[in-house]
């Protein structure tokens, strides 16, 4: 167990849809780091937060939007969802930037 | 920019040795390795700062040579347990804080 912590495990939608992903990260982790994982590919970075504010970004869609609060959990969002958004979404922590990423049992998200 | 991972898939038997090299176009800060089972989440092993450090973990270690913009991750005398897919990260100058993975080796284990 990292940890962290995500919800929910699984989730189920239909295309054109909205879903939000929720990540708590380690106690004490300030920055936050979300990845895509599709079926069989590697992890693709998508943003990264630290104490609230973003750091870094990846190749996210212009469809998906994050945010870290002021408790540090975050959320991802997730709209107009394709068929192609289907994957394992993961959330990962650390305390400092370049240090071991903790990283959450992940969100599997199924586009219909 | 992604970094290239080699070989993409490779098979062992047991007690086996096995390397997995890691390039990138980008001069690097850093190096990072994960082992990510099958259905579960990555698993850190290792972070490489320095150029031309070495670090082990247990049986596994790996070096960096950063003038090469390259690193390898030994695994020897490899265990059943060694089994799954190995992702490089790199952390670039130009882009510090955020690491980009490579597309992953699956190393298999055959008893």
């Known amino acids: 167990d990292s940890g962290v912590t995500q919800t929910p495990k699984h989730l189920i939608t239909a295309t054109g849809q909205r879903v939000t992903l929720r990540c708590s990260p380690r106690s004490g982790d300030l920055s936050v780091y979300w990845y895509q994982q599709s079926l069989d590919q590697g992890l693709q970075f998508l943003i990264q937060?630290?104490?609230?504010?973003?750091?870094a970004k990846g190749n996210i869609l212009e469809r998906f939007s994050a945010q870290q609060f002021p408790d540090l959990h975050s959320e991802l969002n997730l709209s107009s969802l394709e068929l192609g958004d289907s994957a394992l979404y993961f959330c990962?922590?650390?305390?400092?930037?370049?240090?071991?990423?903790?990283f959450g049992p992940g969100t599997r998200l199924t586009v219909l | 920019q992604q970094p290239v991972q080699s070989p993409q898939a490779v098979i062992l038997r047991e007690g086996e040795d096995a390397v997995i090299n890691c390039s990138s176009s980008?001069?690097?800060?850093?190096v990072h390795w994960y082992r990510q089972k099958h259905g579960e989440a990555p698993v850190f092993l290792m972070i490489?700062?320095?150029?031309?450090e070495q670090k082990g973990h247990d049986k596994i270690s790996a070096s960096f040579n950063e003038k090469k913009q390259q690193s390898s991750l030994y695994l020897t005398a490899s265990q059943l347990s060694y089994s799954g897919t190995y992702f490089c990260g790199t952390e670039a100058y130009s882009s510090a804080s955020k690491i980009i993975f490579g597309s992953g080796t699956r190393l298999s284990i055959r008893p």
């Open positions: 990962a922590s650390n305390r400092l930037a370049g240090n071991e990423q903790f």
């Open positions: 980008k001069a690097l800060y850093s």
């Open positions: 937060y630290y104490n609230g504010e973003e750091r």
């Open positions: 490489l700062l320095k150029g031309g």
